[in-house]
């Protein structure tokens, strides 16, 4: 197959980390990106070269191009950490072989050849050949979103209370893990910033479903948690809104932060409470989580794979937007509720 | 032996807990106790009655009058959560018995009758006979301060990594850690209010003594945790300052906060943090520790007592105030640094 010695890709504009941080919305793409061609790169022996057919935009990723992941950027190099497509090229090892002409849904990893290009290299391993039954939308989301929901509800199974509280409550990541709960008759308490998001989430299982911007918000959040006692707190938010469900809590209240979507000051409310009511606060990232639990990935990918397939998990879509199209459209489609925005290179 | 049908006592004058948080500093008396007489208590089956020697001022009692400490207060019962005295009196059970007319150090625990009085009930079980090499001083002092330095120095053991931190460098409590630090080559990092406390605290064995009012204390602090990287951080602070320094901390920093000295907002400064570093929050507190520790209780206090005896560990006192001044000389007692504050009956 002959390649071509260019291709298109939005590019990093910053390097390394971000000085100051801001909110996690992309509020324009120009600070950050450009459009640009970049030579297709090459291969190494354990990795593939990937055709990509659509590349998603995760929160992370956006947080990642603004300097504020837990990995530097590199100036000039591609963006995008998750897409699906197919394998065009591959190292000289058997199994990065065995992938050439196969569809699959790929993480870039550390390679720092992201998804938003034409072309994308990955680790063989960080590549998962594609049922016929999974659609490319699912694919190109595969990856980052399914394994921190089945991750991170691990935390809450473990934890033993069947109730739970999740911030963000309508993204796409909530929603699968409102999906998981309602398998095992867990019981989510999540919140969100509209009345219209509520119907739908109920439907998909959450118990309750509290709009933070109602007057009376406060007031049914005690009601809630009494009622519930929540031990876990799944957050994407921080800010005010977390602090007041931290402090909400009921003693042994583990609030586990995976996010951080709003850039006001972060205050814990009552500190008295980490001493007599054994209140903990914690992250999670979803790397530390693989180095850690190795075990747990190959089996969490398969049962994502199966859940897609056969449609107990389902992406929603706001959007496919070409690239060509990206530097004006990207940051308004990210903005709109509910779904995901994927690039079409 | 003929027992007085009355006694003096420092009865709460609140009930259950406060409903807004204030600091820690006792800043006057009569908000919270008042001088009275009241019934002398006769023991359960499983206590004794003290006759009280010395009554020691902890800041967790200062916490509790105040209504912020993790057991409610009830009304009109006396203060003092630990002293030291002579049993007069017991229950039936044969250890208490045994106890009769021993000089023992005690912790008032959930009985309800403090040590802020000519007379206290303890749980037999919540005694300790003192050696006679032991000092009224060090026995008054010997259980809350001692058990909570011996339990938070096993975190900091167990994890690890040598140097530490502790706010409220020159503490009671921050003093038998050092002391505790230095004999397994540990190395304590901490922080103080003055200039004129560091000398002495490095010849305890404090690594480093930072002033956290002097005006490079925030590069200084950089400096000292680049080349320490300490991981444990025992906070008896919270605030700005105990921000400042776990923001400043390593990769899986833990900020162990055991006291609210400040009332300012405590504030998360990089939730970031929490996510890619993998750092966390939590609290400690002597009676969750006791429960969950059962075991290392008596261990703990009977190496505190040798340490007492052998001159490893000693208390040093700022005043000893006889009860009837302590409702006028109490809180400025408490206002001087470096020592413990003791009240006599």
Redo the contacts between chains.
């Keep these: 197959m002959t390649m071509p010695s260019e291709m298109k890709a939005l590019l990093l504009i910053g390097d390394g980390y971000a000085r100051t941080?801001t909110a996690s919305v992309l509020e324009a793409m120009e600070p950050y990106l450009r459009p640009g061609r970049i030579a297709v790169p090459t291969p190494g022996p354990t990795q593939v070269l990937i055709k990509v057919g659509l590349a998603s935009i995760n929160p992370s990723d956006v947080m990642f191009v603004k300097g504020?992941?837990?990995q530097p950027r590199v100036k000039g190099q591609p963006a995008g950490f998750e897409g699906v497509g197919t394998v065009v090229a591959s190292g000289d090892e058997a199994y990065p072989k065995s992938l050439i002409g196969k569809r699959v849904a790929f993480a870039t990893g550390v390679s720092n050849w992201g998804s938003w290009a034409e072309y994308a290299l990955a680790e063989a391993a960080a590549c998962i050949p594609l049922l016929d039954t999974v659609r490319d939308e699912d694919g190109a989301a595969m990856i980052v979103n399914p394994l921190t929901a089945l991750a991170m509800f691990d935390i809450v199974r473990e934890e033993g209370e069947k109730a739970f509280i999740m911030t963000a409550g309508a993204s796409q990541l909530s929603k699968l893990i409102i999906g998981l709960a309602r398998e095992v008759g867990f019981r989510p308490i999540v919140t969100v910033r509209r009345n219209d998001q509520i119907a739908s989430l109920k439907e998909l299982g959450a118990a309750h479903v509290l709009n933070e911007k109602a007057s009376d918000f406060k007031a049914v959040l005690r009601e809630v948690i009494k009622a519930e006692q929540p031990r876990i707190f799944l957050d994407a938010v921080?800010g005010p809104l977390a602090s007041t469900i931290f402090d909400a809590m009921p003693r042994r209240a583990r609030w586990v932060?995976?996010?951080?979507l709003d850039p006001e000051?972060?205050?814990?409310l009552?500190?008295?409470?980490?001493?007599?009511?054994?209140?903990?606060?914690?992250?999670?990232?979803l790397s530390?989580w693989m180095r850690q639990f190795r075990d747990r990935r190959g089996p969490a990918i398969l049962e994502a794979q199966q859940r897609f397939s056969d449609g107990r998990w389902s992406t929603d879509v706001t959007a496919i937007v070409p690239i060509a199209e990206a530097m004006a459209r990207i940051p308004a489609e990210l903005a709109k509720p509910n779904g995901k925005v994927f690039l079409r290179p």
């Design positions: 941080p504020q992941y837990g921080t932060i995976y996010g951080r000051p972060t205050i814990i009552e500190p008295g409470q980490m001493i007599f009511q054994h209140k903990h606060i914690e992250g999670f990232w530390e």
